[in-house]
């Protein structure tokens, strides 16, 4: 590189930074950007600091808006969007056994809660594994136990599918189909591999426990077949006095081998069913029959299913059935937010947490309302690969996805907490042109200030006499009396002014802004996990749509809940 072009590539990066920063930038910052982006220059830093110095001292002198002309003219690459170079390696481990198969996947919740960030990493992984080989995914609702299942949690989980963008090919309810089922047991008891076990619930664990063999395994066929149909019959077995068991060994030492129960009477209301049915499969069959009837080639699970791998492929076998291919992974939590249920309904039991949307939780709709972005969720869980492992993530690391989505698409206003008003002489005028966003295109406001604005209370605080500040958008004053909050428009830039302070004006707008923090430190509930903060904003606010991310300047990234509300997403 000659001379020039060196001169032209520090202007280029000191120019972006100053318009990221508004209109300011340091030396010692365009030196690292060079050393970072240029490798031709990196055995040249004593040589070219002193240039970096004499160029970033002319451009501290500029007004912003003619930073962005320049910019605009010479280097309007820098104004457009990075777009993310796709990756040409999936960060998941490449599947096995995928040989001439059509590979299809599955995302199998059970309709008893509202969707998490632990639903969202199965759904995600499930629908990359399709997409990475051309292939299929179904949905399906593992409805198979009644009391528990409601219709507004079925609805909850497709809304969840739909905000994170996960495309299905096929919708399935394993309630629709208990006959299928139902044929399938017939078949195991006709090949004696199943038994009616009508012994209390007491006495069952203490077998499997002790490893002794039930007596209701000495009933014959012909016997188990009429116990069977009378688990069925309005007049026969009532709830828990009857099970269709697995003959499976009770020697195991894997206990999910010690005969397991594949049916049970419940005669709860059903959610989608009411009382149709009175007989019910448990998971360890309903879930393997339908991968295998629908050709599912690989079933993704958590791991704590792992153990039952021997007995699921064991009951297919008994059937002559299909078995995919079993691929676990270890649970996802976010650090202080619980994505159980057993955790969460207490929370909202004891009216710790108002409900399943609260910001604090790591829920879809709590994620969602916070402002976190699904492609945000989406890059997170892939980020992590997979691994059996349970990942504890910090939700500073969910944040970081999220800030690169939407920082480019986040309109930037001023916002003020217990505003004190500074009066300002000397203004060069009353109407000021404010950027909505340093780098990106996204408008600019017209803000009218008559002879003073309203600051921060605790930026009001720490002002001095004879102190130079910079106010974002109008320039620098000097402040004439701290005790009366007086100041003097001294000029639109200069150098070395550190201290820079928002400001509103004219009418501002009140506003509530919810803030929500970490909901356990280990074992404990931070009763100050959710605060209120009163803030006063310009304008502009009002021209923003319910949903809209903001970043108030010197504050955070914020989504606008409604007309005087918004919710803190983060820094």
């Known amino acids: 590189m000659n001379d020039e072009e060196i001169k032209d590539e520090i202007r280029k990066f000191a120019l972006q930074n100053a318009a990221e920063h508004e209109g300011q930038t340091r030396d010692k910052t365009i030196l690292a950007k060079i050393m970072g982006n240029v490798p031709e220059l990196r055995q040249k830093a004593k040589e070219i600091s002193p240039i970096i110095t004499e160029i970033v001292s002319e451009i501290n002198q500029i007004p912003l808006e003619e930073q962005q002309k320049e910019i605009q003219e010479k280097y309007p690459e820098l104004l457009e969007i990075k777009k993310e170079k796709p990756q040409k390696e999936s960060l998941l481990p490449a599947l096995k056994n995928i040989e001439g198969k059509e590979i299809i996947t599955r995302f199998p919740p059970a309709p008893n809660g509202y969707p998490h960030i632990g639903h969202a990493k199965a759904a995600v992984i499930s629908e990359e594994y399709a997409k990475m080989h051309g292939g299929k995914m179904i949905l399906r609702f593992e409805d198979t136990n009644p009391g528990t299942e409601r219709l507004e949690y079925y609805a909850a989980i497709k809304v969840g599918m739909d905000w994170l963008g996960i495309k299905y090919d096929n919708v399935e309810y394993v309630s629709d189909s208990l006959d299928v089922l139902y044929k399938k047991a017939d078949q195991i008891i006709k090949s004696n591999d199943a038994y009616v076990c009508t012994c209390s619930q007491d006495s069952i664990s203490k077998d499997r426990r002790e490893m002794i063999e039930c007596r209701c395994t000495k009933q014959s066929l012909e016997e188990n077949e009429k116990l069977w149909h009378k688990m069925f019959d309005e007049k026969g077995f009532k709830e828990g006095q009857a099970l269709l068991r697995f003959r499976g060994n009770m020697q195991s030492g894997n206990t999910t081998m010690r005969d397991p129960a594949l049916f049970r009477i419940n005669t709860k209301r059903h959610a989608r069913q009411e009382q149709k049915y009175k007989v019910w499969p448990t998971y360890d069959f309903a879930g393997i029959i339908f991968d295998s009837i629908s050709n599912v080639s690989h079933a993704m699970r958590s791991k704590e299913f792992e153990l039952r791998k021997e007995l699921h492929h064991t009951i297919l076998d008994k059937l002559g059935m299909e078995k995919s291919e079993f691929i676990f992974f270890g649970r996802l939590d976010l650090e202080g937010m619980p994505v159980s249920k057993s955790a969460l309904k207490p929370l909202i039991e004891n009216g710790k947490v108002p409900w399943y949307d609260d910001p604090r939780l790591p829920t879809l709709e709590g994620l969602r309302r916070r ?126 002014i550190e201290k820079k302070i928002q400001w509103v004006a004219g009418e501002p707008i009140k506003i509530k802004i919810i803030v929500p923090d970490q909901l356990f430190f280990g074992e404990k509930f931070n009763d100050d996990s959710l605060k209120e903060v009163e803030g006063f904003v310009e304008q502009a606010y009002l021209e923003l749509k319910d949903g809209d991310e903001i970043q108030f300047i010197r504050f955070g990234y914020c989504r606008k809940e409604s007309t005087h509300q918004v919710i803190f997403t983060h820094k």
């Open 371 to 496: 402002g976190i972005r699904p492609e945000a969720v989406k890059k997170f869980v892939l980020s992590l690969g997979l691994t059996k492992n349970d990942t504890v993530s910090p939700f500073a690391t969910l944040e970081a996805f999220n800030k690169k989505i939407i920082d480019s698409e986040s309109v930037r206003l001023h916002m003020v907490r217990n505003p004190k008003e500074l009066k300002i002489t000397n203004l060069p005028s009353s109407e000021f042109h404010l950027p909505n966003h340093p780098t990106v295109e996204l408008g600019k406001r017209t803000v009218i200030v008559d002879d003073s604005v309203m600051i921060e209370g605790e930026d009001a605080k720490d002002l001095k006499n004879g102190e130079s500040i910079r106010l974002l958008g109008i320039g620098i004053v000097k402040i004439t009396d701290s005790s009366e909050l007086t100041a003097e428009f001294i000029s639109e830039n200069a150098e070395n």
